[in-house]
């Protein structure tokens, strides 16, 4: 599957050049990852988000927001963001920044 690459460079256009962040090809999409833990991707022309088990219902709850379910297996902590919830920049930043902060909870891998 390819990825929208428009959608990964609005994502790599927030981040910056961020010497922790390194970008990865999987799930046949492109993978954002914090000291080697995934944070955010892009898969098709939606955004995955992974905000932790703890947050995943208020996530979910947020407009666009479905629960990631990679070769049906859904998977929670991680959240799928279809285009209305990253339709302007301020909630794609928002998105992103959440990955990034709870990659960051991670120990470095």
Known sequence: MAYDERLAQRVRD????????????????LAFLYRGNMAFGVIGDELIVRVGPEATDAALARTGARLFDFSSRPMRGWVTVGAAGIADDGALCTWIDEGHAYAGSLPPK
């Open 14 to 29: 927030h981040i910056g050049p961020h010497p922790g962040i390194a970008e990865k090809h999987m799930f046949g999409g």
